[in-house]
């Protein structure tokens, strides 16, 4: 059962341009929504994360748009640039509590075009 | 600090060797996660610890698959026998009291 539903698979952005990739999830219990990077050969790294007691955080060019009654939250990047391009996972869990563990997307290849 | 260390960073093997992982966690963080990655899965979480205690290992696939946190600062994951199918890059992870995790860079395997 995958709880996470990352799309696209795979975009492709010009320079300048605004890249949008949503997730939705199915577990209402989940409330930590972050977003990892990851750079070939590297492992994933966080880029911005989101509690559900607010509907937007922004930090630089990335920002978390946060729906919770439609269980939906999305990554935009604004003025792509071709150092973002990567691969973006988003992710969802339970804080606190004695079993804590991240629910990732399948991914999302970013490719941003000079 | 030099964040989460893995070794191997490449582990070339033939088909029903025994292979061994290693992680090193950040100093002070008390949750250890062991992850695989494949094209056709994604990330998958196989194991994880908490203070040296294994907490939910249902991720992993088969008794042919182990792990162990003898202390706060290592841990193993081990394949006995490996098979092709296990070919992926394993990520391990570590999280202090916040809730973000830092992964390593990863072990890439590959079984013949």
């Known amino acids: 059962q995958q709880q996470v539903k990352q799309s696209p698979q795979s975009l492709i952005v010009q320079k300048g341009g605004i890249s949008i990739i949503n997730c939705a999830y199915e577990n209402t219990a989940f409330d930590y929504f972050p977003w990892y990077q990851q750079f070939p050969g590297k492992g994933p790294a966080l880029l911005i994360a989101?509690?559900?007691?607010?509907s937007e955080k922004k930090e630089g060019r990335f920002t978390i748009s946060f729906n919770k009654s439609a269980k939906q939250f999305s990554l935009h990047i604004m003025d792509s640039q071709p150092g973002d391009s990567a691969t973006y996972f988003c992710a969802a869990s339970i804080v606190g509590g004695s079993n804590y563990k991240l629910t990732f997307g399948k991914g999302t290849l970013l490719t941003v075009n000079p | 600090d030099a964040g989460v260390i893995q070794s191997p960073r490449h582990e070339v093997t033939e088909m029903g060797q025994e292979v061994t992982l290693r992680c090193k966690p950040i100093?002070?963080?008390?949750?250890l996660f062991w992850y695989r990655q494949t094209m056709m899965r994604g990330l998958e979480l196989l194991i994880y610890?908490?203070?040296?205690?294994?907490?939910?290992d249902s991720g992993m696939p088969e008794d042919r698959f182990s792990a162990k946190m003898p202390n706060a600062s290592f841990s193993t994951l081990k394949i006995q026998p490996s098979e092709p199918r296990d070919s992926a890059v394993y990520f391990c992870?570590?999280?202090?009291?916040?809730?973000?995790?830092?992964f390593g860079p990863g072990t890439r395997l590959t079984v013949t």
């Open positions: 100093s002070g963080h008390n949750s």
């Open positions: 610890f908490n203070n040296n205690v294994p907490i939910d």
């Open positions: 989101i509690r559900p007691d607010v």
């Open positions: 992870a570590s999280r202090g009291g916040l809730s973000e995790q830092y």
